[in-house]
């Protein structure tokens, strides 16, 4: 499950960025006027999400659709993608967090902190079964090639783990993968056997070969390395951490790490375009940092979206056609103030 700053935390931090700001020195009158610079995301739409409490963890996306778990309120919301609309929502599931589609086996499957793991049918959302995971499961990601599901469980030393599931049979495997401690965000590489896990306990990432089945350990500085994304063409795997607030950056060849840049507090999720160079990093602090790769050991800030205190579970599942390059934010129930999910726009 992943941990998260109080909301009295993020507000002082907000507080004192406002501060910051506003005692920098501004340009003088007579400086001549710069070039307007597009932003990298514009915000195109928001979709209500009236009657969702308390707050969410994952995204996933599957057949023209956007599915958002809705940890606080026992449900996963659906979103239809180019209606841009709430299209149905299936309750019932305690404390959902990671969620993930097969298009192949056409079933969304949805894993419960309190120990299972939901697979429903893609088109009528009836549940089809629930498999049991000891400690939990979080995390989960989809590997089209074996038509396998991969799941972060585990809470303890010696349960936690990267388990899967044969998607077309809802079976659970013998492929296990016990890491000593409890998992994060971790990613798949597409073409390669290795799976990389943020494993926050251990201050470590851990590097899983499919083929030979042996781990590997890399440190990590800093602590609370939660969100992770992989730019498996440059062999670079990025990752956010919380203390201090960083983006670092690890060469996949050496497990060096080989940049490390600040970012916003309390990062819940981040994402790498391969089209665009970029990163996009959303925070609890209240805003989404955006980054330019100019080579892949180096990143620069170009843009702070302002967000919503609160607000740091995110999607971005790349290009979905031409025109079509959509950034997803969720943003929880205020006292006055229905749940939304707004859309972003992606721009060069």
Known sequence: MRKFCSMSSL???????????????????????????????ILTATVPLEGVKGRFDHFATGKGRVFVSGLGNNSVEVIDLFQGSRSHEITGVPNPQG???????????????????????GDSYKLITTLDFDG????????????RVYVGC?????NAAIAAIDAMTNKRLDEVYKLGGEPESFQLEKNGPNIYVNVPDLKQIVVINRTTKELTRW??????????????????????????????????????????????QDTDDLYYSAERKRVYVPGRAGEIWVYQQTD????????????????????????????????????????????????YTLQD
């Open 11 to 41: 507000l002082a931090l907000a507080v004192l960025g406002v501060a910051c700001n506003s005692s920098q020195s501004t340009a003088p009158a007579s400086a001549p006027p710069t070039a307007a610079v597009a932003p990298p995301m």
């Open 99 to 121: 969620v993930t589609f097969s298009p192949e086996a056409n079933k969304l499957f949805v894993a419960s902190e309190k120990g299972k793991v939901y697979i429903y049918d």
């Open 136 to 147: 939990g499961a979080d995390n989960m990601r989809y590997d089209p090639a074996t038509k």
């Open 154 to 158: 585990g809470d303890s030393e010696k």
């Open 219 to 264: 440190p990590v500085t800093a602590g609370q390395n939660f969100p992770m994304s992989l730019d498996e063409a440059n062999h670079r795997v990025i990752v956010g951490t919380r203390e201090p607030a960083t983006l670092s950056v690890f060469d996949t060849a050496t497990g060096k790490m080989v940049a490390s840049v600040p970012t916003v």
């Open 296 to 343: 892949p050991d180096h990143y620069n800030v170009i843009s702070k979206i302002p967000t919503v205190v609160g607000a740091g579970t995110a999607g971005y599942f790349g290009r979905q056609g031409k025109g079509f390059d959509r950034f997803y934010l969720a943003v929880s129930a205020g006292a006055n103030t229905n749940a939304e999910v707004r859309i």
